[in-house]
Nanobody, 125 residues
Framework: QVQLVESGGGLVQAGGSLRLSCAAS????????VGWFRQVPGKEHEGVSC????????VYSDPLKGRFTISSDNAKNTVYLHMKSLRPEDTALYSC??????????????????WGQGTQVTVSS
């Protein structure tokens, strides 16, 4: 089983940038897909972006394309989420999860497990 730890969240002004990290321990990512998801209290868990660790294929939530970029450093067993041009509506708890399958056309939290505790991102206007 993989244990995930997210970090890098914080308070940022609108228009700013953050880089979130999802570090794995206990088992390597190599045969997994990893996804970033976010949730606001009272709203559904939302897929942000997912990546296939084996070949780097990525999929994004359409509204977030162009502002968010997912990447992986397999040597560090870490997946990153680079976020730019942040908006107040991006405020959420961001979590990462793993999947034994990569779905090229979707990034849904129901396909992922082994969640970390999350890292809070707050964007002020």
């Amino acid at each position: 089983q993989v244990q995930l730890v997210e970090s890098g969240g914080g308070l940022v002004q609108a228009g700013g940038s953050l880089r979130l990290s999802c570090a794995a321990s206990g088992r390597t990512f190599s045969s997994y897909a990893v996804g970033w998801f976010r949730q606001v209290p009272g709203k559904e868990h939302e897929g942000v972006s997912c990546i296939s660790i084996s070949d780097g294929t990525t999929v994004y939530s359409d509204p977030l394309k162009g502002r968010f970029t997912i990447s992986s450093d397999n040597a560090k067993n870490t997946v990153y989420l680079h976020m730019k041009s942040l908006r107040p509506e991006d405020t959420a708890l961001y979590s990462c999860g793993t999947s034994t399958s990569f779905y090229w056309d979707q990034c849904r939290p129901t396909n992922y497990a082994d969640w970390g505790q999350g890292t809070q991102v707050t964007v002020s206007s």
